[in-house]
């Protein structure tokens, strides 16, 4: 194979290849000229006739390309017009570049691949590229990385919010637990949000779904009514843990502010983590600490042998001895006259149901948690996101719920 040969082979593009002149090697780009082959084929872009003869052609212009060599690759080249009967005249159709995109479709993949190991900022000061560039390559192939995304029925649907910005700011995440894939988001926590996503999903996928696991957020219970009548609404276990240690720490802080000028206030300020740990995961130290508080405070004494207590209520065998067990706690709740105790049994009996469902269905959010902690790298790796709709791609992306780039057909 002659040297002319071999750089047509590495550049790899079908109807063209380089000029004479060869290869320009400039500092630490490289420039390649490009002819095309005797006997190629001009196409239109609007319908794909081939046309033998163009209409005109158009002054040189330069494109991006894969880097070689460890250099900066540029694809200079001519082209040209055709005049379709059907379409009009307008500029041919090539395989390797998209209308009017100053970079090869190889080097787009190469950039977009690049956006998945890396913030955009830094691919775009890696590659000498400007960052609105970047970041329409990335969201233009994450999109038709989703466009191949197969539907599949989801039977276990989980959904959960997280803060996108502050000033309480949420997005609502939609999760398969089974899969561990994120398959949807809305903007905000509220009803109306919601329901647009599962008017969006379609019938034929709520019909699929056999149970569903929620905080104890109104909104989203009242939209699982609405769409997803067959479904079983299972309150997630560790919001319920979030909610019995809310009520303990409410109970230390009241206990602390009555406790200002008696004894046992200085024991109490900074015991905060002593009360939300379990026992059995505390120092000898800190648990003759909390015994001392206990044994000064009656009040303190009665919410953690509550909080401690209600360990066991996911550890029962059944429904039924579940229920029996929550009538019992809550009793023991309403008698301790502790205010964040008494709403806490409130709240549990009211969502009894759901909370009930997780010994028929004991499926739970923790994906979702995890999931959360990809995002919350992913948005603080690229300083936000104002594109909600590429934030979502992005998500999808890191968890793994989109096809790999190399699914879509290699140009």
């Known amino acids: 194979m002659s040297q002319e040969e071999l750089i047509n082979e590495l550049v790899g593009l079908q109807g063209w290849e380089v000029m004479r002149e060869g290869v320009v090697i400039v500092e630490d780009e490289v420039l390649v000229p490009l002819v095309r082959s005797e006997g190629t084929h001009y196409r239109c872009t609007g319908c794909g006739q081939g046309f033998l003869l163009a209409y ?8 991006r390309d894969f880097p070689v060599w460890g250099r900066r690759c540029w ?18 159709g090539l395989e390797w570049l998209e209308p009017r995109e100053r970079q090869t479709l190889r080097y787009e993949r190469y950039v977009a691949a690049l956006c998945s190991l890396m913030p955009a900022l830094d691919v775009a000061d890696h590659e000498g590229l400007d960052k609105n560039t970047v970041y329409r390559i990335d969201r233009k192939w994450l999109a038709r990385r989703a466009e191949l995304r197969l539907e599949r029925p989801v039977r276990y649907l989980g959904i959960d919010e997280i803060a996108i910005r502050k000033g309480h700011r949420y997005a609502t995440l939609f999760y398969d637990l089974e899969r561990r894939e994120v398959v949807g988001a809305v903007r905000t926590r509220e009803e109306r949000a919601v329901n647009r996503f599962f008017r969006r999903w379609g019938k034929a996928a709520c019909a699929n779904v056999e149970a569903v696991c929620t905080d104890l957020w109104s909104a989203y219970h009242k939209s699982v009514k609405r769409y997803l009548k067959q479904a079983v609404s299972v309150f997630d276990k560790f919001h319920v843990f979030s909610y019995l240690s809310q009520a303990i720490d409410q109970v230390r802080r009241d206990e602390q502010n009555r406790a200002l000028k008696e004894e046992g206030y200085q024991l109490i300020k900074g015991s905060r983590w002593l009360w939300l ?28 042998l509550l909080k401690e207590d209600f360990g066991d209520f996911y550890a029962c065998e059944n429904r039924e001895e579940a229920d029996a067990f929550l009538r019992q706690w809550t009793r023991r709740c309403k008698q301790s006259r502790l205010g964040p105790f008494e709403d806490l049994a409130h709240r549990l009996r ?22 959360n902690n990809k995002v919350k790298v992913l948005k603080r790796r690229s300083y936000g996101f104002h594109d909600f709709e590429y934030f979502l791609l992005k998500i999808m992306d890191a968890t793994g719920a989109l096809p790999p780039l190399h699914a879509l057909t290699h140009t």
């Open 56 to 63: 005109d052609h158009l002054e040189p212009r330069r494109v």
């Open 75 to 92: 694809l200079e080249f001519t082209p040209a017009r055709v005049a379709c009967p059907d379409c009009g005249v307008h500029v041919e």
């Open 277 to 304: 740990k379990s026992r059995n995961k505390l120092r000898r130290k800190q648990r003759q600490t909390l015994d001392e508080i206990m044994a000064l405070n009656r009040n303190l004494h009665k919410a953690y």
């Open 350 to 371: 009211r969502w009894k149901d759901g909370i009930l469902a997780y010994f028929d269905y004991p499926i739970t959010n923790a994906v979702s948690e995890g999931i």
